[in-house]
């Protein structure tokens, strides 16, 4: 018996999974990297592919979706999108389950929400998941922080949130334009200020741990995201939550519920 947790195997451009981890139920969001690194990941957790009864598509980009399935063909496991997601994801051999972008619905003994982000991509949601009173919400990839996507996250014991860039950084650094404005438009991704702003609207006494997802390597550093989300939630006289970064292609954590 353990506690439930939550463990980054891996964020950012280069592979995205999170692991969320519970005595009966365990789910991976998003499989962005290869089976065999899948495997090794969730080892160092004490998990393995046995352990996994669904895997969770956020939407169909493949630093999010690379693994999906070889991961779930091979060891019979259920992978859950949207409509959009799932038509713009190589699935074949899998058991492809869809969803609703906005709804709920059950794995195991957890409780599962849908909201919907603004991405580039055909139907991307993030996902609130509910075990005996406990909930974890994860958004990653997103252009910008909408009341839907407060009103998925609010309430939750742990909030998993992109902080992808820095905006001087961006704006500054060596992208070409096009490029630039890509990602910070209202389609792209998320930045450090968006990101903190969105927790400090979120964040509540029920709120323990806020964890930093999808940091750029090239736009951003783990200090900056730091530094904009702790002025922006630790700044009032209330909640006092844990921030984490997550170091990019790396796995972090576990962060316990
Ligand atoms: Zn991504
Ligand atoms: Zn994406």
Known sequence: MHRPF??????????????????????????????????????LFGAEAQDIDAVLLTHEHTDHNRGAKRFCS???IPVFGTEGTLALTPLEGTDAKTI???????????SI??????????????YSIA???????????????TEEVLKGMRGSDLVMIEANYDE?????????????????????HLSNEDAGRLCSEMTSERTKQIVLLHLSKDNNTVDLAMEAVEKRVLCGGGARPSIA???????NGPFAL
């Open 100 to 110: 609703e972008r906005h709804g709920t619905f059950g794995v195991g003994n957890l």
């Open 113 to 126: 929400r849908t909201f919907p982000v603004r991405h580039l991509a055909a139907e991307p949601v993030g």
């Open 168 to 188: 001087d950084m961006l704006m500054n650094g060596g992208y070409p334009y096009f490029l630039k404005t890509a990602i910070a438009g209202d389609h792209g």
């Open 74 to 76: 091979i060891h019979d």
């Open 131 to 145: 075990l005996d009173g406990i909930r974890a919400s994860i958004a990653s990839d997103l252009g910008s922080p």
């Open 245 to 251: 970064p997550t170091e990019h292609g790396c796995q």
């Open 6 to 43: 939550v463990a980054v195997l891996s964020s950012g451009s280069c592979g995205n999974s999170i692991l969320f981890r519970s005595n009966e139920t365990s789910v991976l969001i998003d499989a962005g990297i290869s089976c065999k690194e899948m495997e090794r990941r969730l080892s």
